[in-house]
């Protein structure tokens, strides 16, 4: 059984540019969260889709957003690219049990951006 | 608001000692609480959970922690280091509505395990 999968591993962008990460959940998962992590610093929650909407929202700019597909896989897009938005970008993957909420947040490996 | 704050950025044992990292946090109301792991290169592993049902939680890899409301933490603990336990850990904190939740990250305890 596959866990949650990122692509790509690695990734160089210039200021000013768009980049498109993406994420498979584990199977059986249909929510899926996106994090930010900056060097040496706690991942920060970007936000959660669920049945292809965006549910919850932290505290970044509209430059970030997102989409999730039909098959639970999901896209986060970041926008005019600044050098801060070099970081690790995790996804967790997670089910929601009707009634009980969601279950426990698995992570893939993340994707490492680096902005220059 | 939740919130969460571990109080060591850095800890040093040696192999075959015990093993301490400590969390406390903020929470309005009854938290779900986590610990993950997190090896250099590689994404966030789950070591245990506390959801309420017990307070003394047992992970993986021999950690446990206990759950503690009247000191609002949620310390892990490992009676015997391993090498291989050198790591990045994060105590975290579970909010949100049935809509889903959403982690908050302490800062991170960054242990080292000296031979």
């Known amino acids: 059984d596959a866990g949650v999968t990122q692509s790509p591993t690695h990734l160089i962008k210039t200021r000013g540019q768009q980049v498109t990460l993406r994420c498979s959940p584990k199977s059986g998962h249909d929510t899926v969260s996106w994090y930010q992590q900056a060097l040496g610093q706690g991942p920060q929650f970007i936000f959660q889709?669920?049945?292809?909407?965006?549910?919850q929202r932290g505290n970044f700019p509209d430059r970030f957003s997102g989409h999730q597909f039909p098959n639970y896989s999901s896209e986060l897009n970041v926008n005019a690219l600044l050098l801060g938005d070099s970081a690790l970008y995790l996804c967790a993957s997670s089910h929601i049990i009707q009634g009980q909420g969601q279950e426990t947040q698995y992570f893939g490996p993340g994707t490492r951006l680096l902005v220059l | 608001a939740q919130s969460v704050t571990q109080l060591d950025s850095h800890v040093s044992v040696s192999e075959g000692t015990p093993v301490l990292l400590r969390c406390n946090y903020s929470?309005?109301?009854?938290?779900?609480l986590f610990w993950y792991v997190q090896h250099p290169n590689k994404g966030l592993q789950l070591l245990l959970k506390?959801?309420?049902?017990?307070?003394l939680v047992k992970g993986i890899n021999g950690f446990e922690a206990e759950f503690k409301k009247s000191e609002t933490s949620f310390h892990l603990t490992k009676p015997s280091a391993h090498m291989s336990d050198a790591a990045e850990y994060f105590c975290v904190v579970s909010w949100g509505n049935n809509a889903g939740n959403m982690l908050t990250f302490g800062g991170g305890t960054r242990l080292m395990v000296k031979p």
């Open positions: 929470s309005s109301y009854s938290p779900s």
């Open positions: 506390y959801t309420s049902a017990a307070t």
């Open positions: 889709y669920y049945e292809e909407e965006e549910r």
